[in-house]
């Protein structure tokens, strides 16, 4: 049991996988609040349009 626990074949890759995965939830958390913004931008521009034509 003790050279179980003293064992660190594994740990390399279960860092990648947490950091991975980290960068993963970022990215997404990222996007969905820049497409927030991006979609009201662009809702507030169709509506100046919208305005402009009539």
């Known amino acids: 049991m003790k ?3 003293k ?3 594994g740990a390399v890759t279960i860092d ?3 950091i991975t995965a980290a960068v993963v939830g970022f990215a997404i958390a990222a996007y969905s609040l ?3 913004e991006a979609f009201s931008i662009a809702m507030i521009v169709t509506d100046a ?3 402009e034509q009539q």
Do not use: G
Request: glycine share 0%; no cysteine; proline share 0%.
């Open 34 to 36: 820049i497409f927030d």
């Open 3 to 5: 050279r179980f626990f």
């Open 7 to 9: 064992d660190q074949v």
């Open 49 to 51: 349009l919208i305005a």
């Open 16 to 18: 990648w996988v947490v």
